[in-house]
Nanobody
Framework: QVKLVESGGGSVQAGGSLRLSCAASGVTGSSYCMAWFRQAPGKAREGVAGIASDGRTNYADSVKGRFTISKDNAKNTLTLQMNSLEFDDTAMYYC??????????????????WGQGTQVTVSS
């Protein structure tokens, strides 16, 4: 079985930073494409950043230059470093994966393994 558990969410002031982590079990980071998604109240789930088994990354335009996705295959963890946070970054953040190594588009339908989410709230 595969399990993804997010952590690191919380409240932060605009301009601040936050680091989210996703602990994976039953998942081999070297052979999975993983990503971060987020969903704000009343909004559709949107892709934030993705990373392939070979380290290639993809970011949503709204977070380029501010967020960094990374993974540690030895520890089976996925990380999202968020800097210069803005109010619009407020959302439930989800860790996602798919059992293939290639970089996948940042759309929810391309991923079939999901964590429970961790809340990020940015205050102005």
């Amino acid at each position: 079985q595969v399990k993804l558990v997010e952590s690191g969410g919380g409240s932060v002031q605009a301009g601040g930073s936050l680091r989210l982590s996703c602990a994976a079990s039953g998942v081999t980071g070297s052979s999975y494409c993983m990503a971060w998604f987020r969903q704000a109240p009343g909004k559709a789930r949107e892709g934030v950043a993705g990373i392939a088994s070979d380290g290639r990354t993809n970011y949503a335009d709204s977070v380029k230059g501010r967020f960094t996705i990374s993974k540690d295959n030895a520890k089976n963890t996925l990380t999202l470093q968020m800097n210069s946070l803005e109010f619009d970054d407020t959302a439930m953040y989800y860790c996602a994966a798919f059992g293939s190594g290639g970089l996948r588009p940042l759309y929810p339908v391309w991923y079939n393994i999901w964590g429970q989410g961790t809340q990020v709230t940015v205050s102005s």
